[in-house]
């Protein structure tokens, strides 16, 4: 069965300084693929960058960037230049083969973002 | 502007009473789904719709049921035979045309309290 697994609860960062919230997960299949949303207080989820298991080159968009290590089945999602707006819940989710139809989410990491 | 709406935002129902929660989106994507979010705690899946007049269970979907009678659409309802329906709930809907990132696009989510 698939598993995703987010092993810090909450993370500090200061404003401007890069972080790096861990994803690692869990699966036989040899097509995946891993994603990473951001869910502020608000509650409506935001996607953020999409790594798909064939892609050989880290995904980015902007000022995040996921840290794809195959072998050791683990997806990271780095934000560098923190920012004040960055404060929220990020999530790693994975879904199986093409379609991304039943997906996955880990249990999330809270960002917090000091001045 | 193309997106998904969900209405009530905040929605209290009586316990042993039926509900439904309505999703709707305009973003001509084939595939919705619905999720699940406890305080503290990942989104999990309900119910997911491929294409129109089909859905298939996720892995939390006693005590809920959909239909999918329209592209646009796809209402959930909570039975009262889900024995804890007090959350918050995420509707979202993804393309499926091959080649393009299987991303979610979430609706602004609605909170169901029962008592």
């Known amino acids: 069965a698939q598993k995703i697994t987010q092993t810090q609860p909450g993370m500090f960062v200061q404003e401007k300084e890069a972080v790096t919230l861990d994803c690692t997960y869990d699966t036989s299949d040899q097509s995946y693929g891993l994603f990473w949303y951001k869910q502020p207080s608000s509650g409506e989820m935001i996607f953020l960058i999409y790594?798909?298991?064939?892609?050989?080159q880290n995904a980015t968009e902007g000022r995040y960037s996921l840290n794809f290590q195959k072998a050791r089945k683990s997806a990271n999602l780095v934000i560098s230049a923190s920012q004040l707006g960055d404060s929220a819940m990020y999530f790693c989710?994975?879904?199986?083969?093409?379609?991304?139809?039943?997906?996955?989410f880990g249990a999330g990491t809270r960002l917090f973002v000091k001045a | 502007d193309g997106g998904i709406t969900q209405s009530p935002k905040y929605l209290f129902r009586k316990e042993g009473q039926n509900v439904t929660l309505s999703c709707e989106q305009n973003l001509n994507h084939d595939a919705m789904y619905w999720y699940r979010q406890d305080p503290g705690q990942g989104l999990r899946l309900i119910y997911y719709?491929?294409?129109?007049?089909?859905?298939q269970k996720g892995d939390i979907a006693e005590g809920y049921s959909v239909s999918r009678e329209k592209k646009e659409s796809f209402p959930l309802t909570v039975t009262s035979a889900q024995k804890n329906p007090t959350a918050f709930y995420l509707c979202?809907?993804?393309?499926?045309?091959?080649?393009?990132?299987?991303?979610?696009?979430f609706g602004p989510g609605t909170r169901l309290t029962v008592t």
């Open positions: 979202a809907s993804s393309p499926t045309t091959s080649g393009r990132v299987p991303e979610q696009y």
């Open positions: 989710a994975s879904h199986r083969g093409t379609g991304g139809f039943k997906t996955i």
């Open positions: 719709s491929q294409i129109v007049n089909d859905f």
């Open positions: 790594q798909g298991s064939y892609d050989e």
